[in-house]
């Protein structure tokens, strides 16, 4: 069974600085990787998704990198701002028929930033 | 396009009673997905569907869960009887096609007393 961990649980930081979310998944066969923002009381927002075949994705500043084989993943965010603040999820959707379309998340990192 | 459409937002209910979640995918799109987000558990998938037919409903806690989709813009989860152990917000998600980005709804918060 597909588990993913993201470390660390939380993250405080100063504004401007830049900073890296951890992600690790323990079935390496996985179709895509994908990074979610959630706000508080919010529905989850689509930053990056990163395909098997890919080692990274970029969107402004963030930037998503994979490591299938080792079973990793980072979100990187560059120069952080206070609307930074949210929920960050990674979830992972198997590469198997048998997988479907499923995600599976794992338990998020709550940042904040501090002005 | 409105993307993902749910219904109520909110939900507070009594032990016992039945409870409808309603939620409406983006026009187009062939999958969708039902979770629930606990502060325990987290994120899961309780069903998902393609093209209106249940794939796979392995998530689905117990028998009290039922979910529908009667036709490609509209779907349902149903708990009967509802129980305190079931309050979590509730989020329904559609995509595309298979292995394309998810769009999540706002979610219903239920509250179970």
Request: overall charge neutral.
């Amino acid at each position: 069974k597909q588990e993913v961990t993201q470390i660390p649980a939380a993250l405080s930081v100063p504004e401007g600085e830049n900073l890296v979310l951890n992600c690790s998944f323990t079935d390496s066969a996985i179709y895509n990787l994908q990074w979610f923002r959630q706000d508080p009381g919010k529905g989850l927002t689509s930053l990056l998704l990163i395909q098997s075949s890919q080692r990274e994705q970029t969107s402004g500043r963030l930037n998503a990198s994979l490591d299938k084989s080792s079973g990793r993943s980072t979100l990187y965010i560059a120069a952080s701002q206070p609307g930074d603040s949210a929920t960050y999820l990674c979830a992972v959707r198997l590469g198997t028929v048998n997988a479907g379309n499923m995600l599976t998340f794992g338990g998020g990192t709550r940042l904040m930033v501090k002005p | 396009d409105a993307g993902v459409i749910q219904s109520p937002r909110h939900e507070v209910t009594e032990m016992g009673q039945e409870v409808t979640l309603r939620c409406k995918p983006i026009s187009g799109h062939n999958s969708l997905f039902w979770y629930r987000q606990t502060m325990m558990r987290g994120l899961e998938l309780l069903i998902y569907f393609n093209n209106n037919v249940p794939i796979d409903d392995s998530g689905m806690p117990e028998d009290r869960f039922s979910a529908k989709m009667p036709n490609a813009s509209f779907s349902t989860l149903k708990i009967q009887p509802s129980e305190p152990r079931d309050s979590a917000v509730y989020f329904c998600a559609s995509s595309l096609m298979w292995g394309q980005d998810q769009y999540f709804g706002p979610g219903t918060r239920l509250l179970v007393l």
